[in-house]
């Protein structure tokens, strides 16, 4: 017997909450492959980042998390993340990549970044409780969300992260195709020598994506708050999994990172619901399902799944 | 090169010799031994683990982000097979000691009865150390066999996928093999984790940690020898071309696929026997603890001590570990300085050590060298010389 | 060519003699130099310091160790941990400041990994410290066992598997071993008529072993076990296996019925996500629901869905001497002040970890171990200790005999869902005594 209510609850909407969250976390690691070519370790902590920046707003603020709030703080969460990122482009990679650096040393570069990023946000985390007595980890930003009547959290959620997911990618595509920014952008990330020789400073332009990719990270771990207990590790433990949703949206446009993340979250629900359930596993199984999709996935298709598009397009 | 390769083992085995007198026969209080000697075990058998996360790495260029999986792997062949081939050989001494077979119902043995049974196999083992060490050798050679056949089975993936692509497949394997063994009760006893006989039971204390030093120190003596050999060998050479350039080295006939298959056999094989040392040494495994923290931690070591040599690859596990063990022990006196939580301060001082070092020794402490292979130009000079 | 990699291993070797030197000069500075210089900067006291200052000539600094997940998945109860064992080191500075006994505390993270948890405690021992307090996982105990062991150091846990019901010497486990609380929970289903218990659980050793327990205590009173269901409790990729876990075990269950009940054995952030599936499930929704002494009193699973729990006539058991024990209510009013929230699951215990080491410090004077061991066990078998969770008795494996639990429930007061004492289960007869303000719960 099908249901509808079941199979919108149970399938469909978490489905699309974790396709959002998965697919705002690969656009920024997209970027980051795709300018600066760093697989970076540090991608997570950018999402805490933007989430801790969302808490502290709101609890120097409001003294707490009010319904709707979050979407004040969403400003700040960009900010913080874009901070972040910048800072780390600046003070890390770019005098890393000046003195030659490999990709695997700015990728072990990167997991030291992770530590430095962890180990301040916790000692803040830790300051602050004692200070002001606030529980600042395992708290959740579901209850910051927008109430609609009628529509539960996650119905909400669903709604609010599909907008803002289209929003950015408006925003974005305006910003590659209609500015002149995004013209000189293009042209670094294709071919950096011919632009440079073109006169485009094009560390500028690295440096001004990194902007944007802590920006729409950050944002990103506001969404994962209000799913995820917030920790100092909600980015990181999530990393593998944005990774995937990356490498299988083929690390050629941030349209790919998008599609990536569909393709996981989805996978994942499916999967669960629809492999691990009627096969009677025991749910503890229940990651090694989409790792056995992706790992399926890549056996059958090397090129990953935007290979078989791009292999359509050409045909 | 031989000579080359010979002279460094020698180095290292006076290294060893020398932190090994240090930390079992110095006046040094007792309390630091204990640690030094416990560091020399782990150095030990990370370097065996870098070293051949090296050749994959740093001779092939491959991407091996399931590194994990291989020490995973070794953690099962002593855990879950060797130990309950021992509970198998002594089933009716335990037997009569206890009223039931330690295997007749896995999932009681995991929950309730692990210790018991196995300090009576303890005791048994205790009394006949050639059985003890054939169990020990068993559970290293199985883990180096499972680690070299799960290696070839990722050289078919390896020789159609991307690069990118291989790399995470090889991550999530990983990941998809932990869920499922730790889940699965009777591989090794699931969320319990196997409690593993002690095959030098006979050793007691600080000898059973010297044990575990001659053994350990041995087997990365070796793996040293083996490697440093072939990444200074032909077929060295061979793979760093392939690293350098794919498609030049197949013009000059090299067999890709071949080299691969080669070179994931034999750094599995030696990463298995890593984590088989691990799980004996610590005569308990979990393997829900087997992240892939441990393969970015690998990775750590050996860019910090320089890709694409063996020297390297063991300057980084020591540096690895120094540094760790410092920020452990000096992050209290840093508290005072600084008034923040120390352990959270030990992670954050940790990663900017790893980002300073790279910044500036971005190859690595221990840079790559040229192969060691005689210039052409030097022998044709020679043999001018002897012309003459 | 042979030369310069012959230097680099030299070079290799100097650092290592270097770093074994820099830990040899360290050794000895360990227990002297911090009573005048960090003690008042650590994060245990504010406003002990100028008592501490003034006699720090006469003072006798102890160091503690605690071994904690502080990242990880465990990482909630590492933190909140820290804190209760923050807080007795600064109580037990100030109860035994007139014997001359300073306590200081040195932290380090675990990550609930038993590689990790080894290399800490190696690190902890080499500088000196041989008391250490608050080991999380059952599988660090098992990793740390022989060494503790070997080196004479006395280790406090909160781990609860029976697979560590062993003779152990010199480890010591706070917590009742989960057989005293499946105990009581069977007791509380027969009391309430019930026949049929589905599970769900964290699949992890507690509660796999909780389950175990639950289903070999349920089957003395005729009551079966219709199924049990785990969940991974990694925060991992996906929080959906609550969910699945749920359905599978409304399912299982079938009717609902008052001769039905569904057992929740989690901690209190999961437990929120098997709350939030239950509550709109057509048959778990109608019957009992039951907790376990980690998941009563949580914050994320009352506002989860508090009415649901109060509907559901939610019950869970903590070990508790009695119900307003003033040690416990003292307890969790300073560590509310101290960090910030109300105790929850393990906190008390953590605190005793660390209490009742420092307390057999100052009474007996002595350092050793060894000492402290055989005191322990000593006072285990009197009950000498009464600390945040009542007095303390162990048994013959060091494992925390207490068979009393206080019946923890949920009712409305005042339009509110609340947590209140419901009952008490006298451990040495085996009687429920149902309080008059948890009438509601136990009428059908």
């Known amino acids: ?315 | 090169m031989i000579r080359d390769v010979l002279a460094k083992t020698v180095a290292l085995v006076i290294a060893l010799v020398v932190v090994g007198a240090l930390a079992f026969a110095s006046p040094l209080p007792k309390d630091v031994r204990v640690l030094l000697q416990n560091i020399e075990v782990y150095i030990a058998i990370y370097g065996i683990y870098v070293i051949s996360l090296n050749l994959e790495v740093g001779y092939l260029g491959l991407p091996q982000f399931g590194k994990v999986m291989f020490l995973l792997i070794g953690a099962i062949a002593v855990g879950g097979i060797a130990t309950k081939l021992v509970l198998l050989i002594y089933q009716n001494a335990i037997f009569k000691a206890m009223g039931a077979y330690p295997l007749a119902k896995i999932s009681d043995y995991c929950m309730y009865y692990q210790y018991s049974v196995t300090s009576l196999v303890n005791q048994m083992l205790a009394q006949n150390p050639a059985l003890g060490l054939g169990y020990f050798l068993f559970g290293v050679a199985l883990a180096m066999v499972l680690s070299a056949g799960l290696g070839v089975l990722f050289a078919y993936p390896a020789i159609r996928l991307r690069e990118d692509y291989l790399g995470i497949l090889l991550l999530v394997s990983g990941e998809f093999l932990r869920v499922v063994t730790y889940y699965a009760t009777p591989v090794a006893c699931g969320v319990n984790g196997a409690v593993i006989p002690d095959p030098f039971a006979w050793a007691l204390g600080e000898t059973r940690t010297l044990v575990y030093f001659i053994a350990t120190s041995a087997f990365l003596i070796a793996t040293f020898l083996v490697f440093d050999a072939i990444g200074n060998s032909p077929f060295g050479r061979a793979l760093r071309a392939i690293r350098d350039s794919e498609t030049a080295a197949a013009v000059f006939g090299k067999d890709i696929v071949k080299f691969r298959i080669r070179v994931l056999a034999f750094a599995s094989a030696f990463a298995g026997l890593a984590g088989a040392l691990l799980a004996y040494y610590f005569d308990y495994t979990i393997l829900g603890t087997y992240l892939p923290i441990y393969t970015f931690i690998g990775w750590t070591m050996l860019i910090l001590g320089g890709l694409g040599n063996n020297v390297g690859a063991i300057v980084g596990v020591v540096v690895y570990y120094i540094v760790q063990t410092l920020l452990d022990i000096y992050k209290n006196s840093l508290q005072a300085v600084l008034h923040a939580d120390p352990t959270y301060l030990a992670y954050a001082i940790f990663g900017l050590a790893i980002i300073l070092v790279l910044m500036y020794r971005p190859q690595g402490i221990v840079p790559e060298k040229p192969v060691k292979t005689i210039d052409l130009n030097k022998v044709r000079e020679r043999i001018q010389r002897k012309i003459k | 060519m042979a030369s310069k990699t012959l230097w680099i291993a030299v070079a290799v070797v100097v650092v290592v003699v270097v770093a074994a030197i820099a830990a040899l000069v360290y050794k000895p500075s360990a227990p002297a130099a911090p009573t005048t210089s960090s003690a008042p900067s650590a994060s245990t006291s504010t406003t002990q310091a100028t008592p501490t200052s003034t006699t720090a000539a006469s003072v006798k600094t102890v160091t503690i160790g605690a071994l904690l997940p502080l990242t990880g998945s465990l990482q909630f109860m590492g933190v909140s941990g820290q804190c209760a064992i923050q807080l007795a080191v600064q109580d037990a500075n100030q109860m035994f400041a007139s014997k001359g006994i300073q306590f200081q505390l040195v932290v380090q993270d675990s990550a609930c990994d038993p590689t990790a948890a080894l290399q800490k405690l190696q690190t902890l021992y080499s500088q000196g410290i041989r008391f250490v307090a608050g080991l999380t996982c059952s599988s660090e105990l098992s990793a740390v066992k022989n060494f503790a062991e070997q080196n004479h150091i006395l280790i406090t846990s909160i781990s609860t598997s029976p697979l560590l019901a062993v003779p152990k010497p010199y480890i010591f486990r706070l917590p009742p071993t989960d057989n005293a609380q499946a105990k009581v929970l069977a007791a509380l289903y027969h009391m309430l008529g019930i026949k049929r218990v589905v599970i769900v659980y964290r699949a992890d050793a507690w509660g796999q072993g909780l389950t175990q327990a639950i289903i070999n205590e349920t089957k003395k009173y005729g009551i079966q076990v219709v199924g049990a269901f785990g969940y991974d409790p990694s925060p991992s990729a996906m929080p959906a296996a609550e969910q699945a876990a749920v359905q599978k075990a409304s399912a299982a269950l079938g009717t609902p019925g008052p001769d039905a009940a569904f057992e929740i054995i989690s901690f209190d952030q999961d437990g929120a996500a098997v709350v939030q599936a239950a509550m709109n499930d057509p048959v778990l929704s109608k019957v009992r629901w039951f907790g376990t002494d980690s998941n009563v009193y949580g914050t994320a699973i009352m506002q989860a869905g508090g009415q649901a729990l109060a509907a559901a006539k939610f019950m869970g058991a903590v070990a508790s001497p009695n119900p307003d024990d003033p040690h416990y209510l003292h307890f969790a009013n300073e560590f509310k002040k101290f960090c910030g929230h109300a105790p929850t699951g393990y906190d008390p215990y953590y605190y005793d970890t660390a209490m009742i080491i420092m307390e057999a410090i100052a009474e007996t004077g002595s350092t050793d171990p060894t000492v402290i061991n055989s005191v322990l066990e000593q006072w285990g078998k009197n009950g000498t200790y009464v600390g945040a969770t009542g007095p303390v008795y162990f048994d013959q494996y060091h494992d925390r005999q207490y068979a009393s639990y206080l019946i923890v429930g949920v009712v409305i007061v005042n339009g509110t869902p609340t947590w209140i004492n419901a009952g008490f289960y006298n451990g040495t007869t085996g009687q429920i005594t149902v309080f008059p303000q948890g009438q509601a719960l136990f009428s059908s």
């Not at chain 1, 920046?53 to 319904?67: E, M, Q, S």
């Not at chain 1, 408006?170 to 440079?196: C, E, H, Q, W």
């Open chain 1, 1 to 315: 017997m099908f249901n509808m209510y079941d199979f919108l609850n149970n399938v469909v909407i978490p489905a699309i909450v974790y396709s959002n969250i998965y697919a705002l976390a690969s656009i920024g690691l997209t970027m980051t492959y795709i300018t600066t070519k760093i697989p970076s370790f540090a991608h997570g902590d950018l999402a805490a980042v933007g989430a801790y920046a969302t808490f502290y707003f709101l609890y120097f603020l409001f003294g707490g998390i009010k319904p709707g709030s979050v979407y004040l703080a969403m400003p700040i969460a960009a900010l913080a993340g874009a901070a972040v990122a910048y800072l780390s482009y600046i003070g890390v990679f770019k005098p890393m990549i000046r003195r030659g650096a490999s990709v695997t040393v700015l990728m072990i570069a990167s997991f030291g970044l992770h530590f430095l990023i962890f180990g301040i946000l916790a000692i803040l985390d830790s300051i602050a409780q004692t200070v002001y007595g606030w529980s600042t980890r395992n708290y959740s930003f579901s209850t910051g969300e927008v109430q609609i009547p009628g529509l539960t959290q996650s119905e909400v959620t669903a709604i609010t992260s599909s907008v803002v997911l289209l929003l950015i990618l408006a925003a974005l595509y305006y910003l590659l195709n209609r500015t002149k920014f995004g013209v000189v952008m293009r042209a670094s990330i294709d071919n950096a020598p011919l632009a440079r020789a073109l006169g485009i400073d094009v560390e500028r332009v690295y440096a001004i994506s990194w902007l944007i990719i802590g920006a729409v990270t950050g944002i990103a771990g506001i969404y994962m708050g209000m799913i995820f207990p917030v920790t100092e590790e909600l980015g990181w433990l999530r990393l593998p999994l944005i990774f995937v949703a990356v490498i299988v949206g083929g690390l050629s446009s941030i349209y790919g990172g998008v599609i990536g993340g569909y393709i996981v979250g989805w996978s994942m629900v499916l999967g669960f619901n629809y492999i691990l359930n009627p096969l009677n596993l025991p749910p503890e199984y229940q990651l090694a399902i989409p790792f056995a999709i992706v790992i399926a996935t890549l056996l059958l298709a090397p090129q990953g799944i935007a290979g078989l598009i791009a292999a359509r397009r050409r045909t």
